[in-house]
């Protein structure tokens, strides 16, 4: 099974602020890596798919990229709204995986 | 407009079977692939399994594989997870979600249903 490794698993940031987490796979899984973003008490929602293509009504400053074993989700100026957890995911190959998840917090 | 309506959730002890359902509509149905993702209390996603949209292909996470069985009926809009001997280690949301139809990414899910397996 493909490992996915996330970091941070919690951050702090104000509004503003650029954010950055990674998400690395335990093998190659090409760009088949797609990020979600999940709010308390809410389901998860798409946010970007194989890499950085943006899901419909995400805002641009969700930015993703990488390739092969290492990939960045970035949120280039951080938004209220922004404040949640992120999971990566590996769509390369069954079993499916998830990150362990970054928690954004306010700083 | 897209939506998911799992049910069947609740408290079940070891060792015991429970049924979910998913009820969708708002999408052609029978033209995408489903998936059952659950979350512990507190914790992150696990993804289960997923059935594709015509033939009916089923995977699994090794964690629930032998005992979960997904199946869907394209007639009635509706997915299932068939779980049987289950596990404390079973307690979680249990998500329903639809394929993009692209690669296995997931561009809608359900409010969940709670499953509690005691001991």
């Known amino acids: 099974d493909i490992q996915m490794t996330q970091s941070p698993s919690s951050l702090s940031a104000s509004v503003g602020d650029r954010v950055t987490i990674t998400c690395r796979a335990s093998?190659?899984?090409?760009?088949?890596l797609n990020w979600y973003q999940q709010k308390p008490g809410k389901a998860p929602e798409l946010l970007i798919y194989?890499?950085?293509s943006l899901q419909s009504g995400v805002p641009s400053r969700f930015i993703g990229s990488g390739s092969g074993t290492d990939f960045t989700l970035t949120i280039s100026s951080l938004q209220p709204e922004d404040f949640a957890t992120y999971y990566c995911?590996?769509?390369?190959?069954?079993?499916?995986?998830f990150g362990g998840g970054t928690k954004v917090e306010i700083k | 407009e897209v939506q998911l309506v799992e049910s069947g959730g609740g408290v079940v002890q070891s060792g015991g079977s429970l049924r979910l359902s998913c009820a969708a509509s708002?999408?052609?149905?029978?033209?995408?692939?489903m998936h059952w993702v659950r979350q512990a209390p507190g914790k992150g996603l696990e993804w289960v399994s997923l059935?594709?949209?015509?033939?009916?292909?089923?995977y699994y996470a090794d964690s629930v594989k032998g005992r979960f069985t997904i199946s869907r009926d394209n007639s009635k809009n509706s997915l299932y997870l068939q779980m049987n001997s289950l596990r404390t280690e079973d307690t979680a949301l249990y998500y329903c979600?639809?394929?993009?139809?692209?690669?296995?990414?997931?561009?809608?899910w359900g409010q969940g249903t709670l499953v509690t397996v005691s001991s």
């Open positions: 708002g999408f052609t149905f029978h033209d995408y692939a």
């Open positions: 059935i594709s949209g015509n033939r009916g292909s089923t």
């Open positions: 194989v890499t950085s």
């Open positions: 093998q190659t899984i090409s760009r088949y």
């Open positions: 995911q590996q769509s390369s190959r069954t079993p499916l995986t």
């Open positions: 979600a639809k394929d993009t139809g692209s690669g296995w990414d997931l561009d809608y």
